[in-house]
């Protein structure tokens, strides 16, 4: 999801900038789902990690997937 959004932004951002027919308000649209996607993604990470940490201090030592 995190790539789909940055591509859809890199190709409205484009339209934009030789000014299809792309509005302000698209682009702004495309901006903020790319940002979502991307703190979704984060925030997708550090639950994996803190998941993993509490695990290790469960299991008293080092879990690698």
Known sequence: ALVLSQERLELTLERYRIGGT????????????????????IEARFSFVNA??????????????
Not at 30 to 36: D, G, L
């Open 22 to 41: 792309v509005s302000f308000v698209e682009l702004q649209n495309a901006t903020e789902a790319a940002a979502r996607s991307e703190r979704q993604a």
């Open 52 to 65: 993993l940490i509490t695990l290790e201090s469960k299991v008293g030592g080092e879990v690698r997937p």
